[in-house]
């Protein structure tokens, strides 16, 4: 999920301030989704695919790519 994150961000030319913005989150827990340190709450989800024009699939597919 961290590197999709980061993807879909910077393909949508969103900065971390950005998301963090559209989300409600710090822009500290976008940089820790992105590194993999923590991963966004699964209530966020629908809305973080929303914001970054992708599906809850995508996100969660780089998920299970990274624990294989």
Known sequence: MKSC????REEN??????????????QQAVAKWENGV???RSELL?????????SVDELLKSRVKEVE
């Open 38 to 40: 923590s991963f966004p």
């Open 13 to 26: 030319d969103l900065t971390q301030d950005d998301l963090a913005a559209l989300m409600c989150v710090s």
């Open 46 to 54: 629908p809305k973080l695919a929303r914001v970054l024009k992708c």
């Open 5 to 8: 994150i980061k993807k879909f």
